[in-house]
């Protein structure tokens, strides 16, 4: 196997589902942008759960929000979770129920009407992500999908979902990560228009 080859071609096969990303994702950036902008202004919470690399995702877009993506915008922080942070809390579950109910678990402990849960799933297949998406719906908590492929059972249980054109998964992540930051950057910029949040 010619090892640089092997590589140009991932890259190439990144590129190439980035660019066709490019062409059906951004109009649902901007409407998942607006929806978790009105949530903070309204007090609400932006929650997030993933697994493997979705879970890393997950607490890398929450760290967005609640510190900072850019250096040039200085502002206080907004109220975003990762909902797999805390490992005594997951492994408690794990011995005592099932990992399967843990974001269920957490999101109707720790949820409320008006906030957001965003489930990133690279198949759409999660059962753990997809209970959790159906307990946020009957607490009246708007639900977001980060899947891939076609969305799987987990775009069913969504209020607006961002479909990567692609079902392998090192893509899939790639593109997510790519349009979360897009969506952080730009929830960001219309709390600044509004007057929500003031670059300190």
Do not use: W
Request: glycine share 10%; net charge negative; hydrophobic share 40%.
């Amino acid at each position: 196997m010619d090892h640089v080859t092997y590589v140009k071609n991932l890259f190439r096969r990144s590129i190439e589902a980035k660019q066709k990303a490019m062409e059906t994702i951004p109009d649902d950036v901007v409407a998942m942008a607006l929806t978790c902008a009105n949530s903070l202004k309204s007090g609400g919470k932006i929650l997030f759960c993933g697994n493997g690399g979705s879970a890393a995702d997950a607490q890398h877009l929450a760290a967005e929000l609640l510190i900072r993506l850019r250096s040039e915008v200085d502002r206080a922080g907004l109220p975003a979770l990762a909902l797999a942070m805390d490992s005594s809390s997951m492994t408690a579950c794990g011995n005592d129920y099932s990992y399967t109910v843990f974001y269920e678990r957490m999101v109707l402990a720790l949820g409320k009407p008006g906030d957001v849960l965003i489930g990133l799933t690279t198949s759409g297949k999660s059962e753990n992500i997809i209970l959790a998406l159906k307990a946020a719906r009957t607490m009246g908590i708007t639900t977001l999908g980060f899947l891939g492929g076609d969305g799987g059972p987990a775009r069913e249980h969504c209020d607006q979902t961002l479909i990567a054109p692609t079902s392998e998964t090192g893509r899939v992540q790639e593109i997510h990560i790519t349009a979360g930051h897009a969506m952080m950057e730009l929830i960001e910029e219309i709390l600044i228009e509004s007057k929500y949040i003031e670059k300190i």
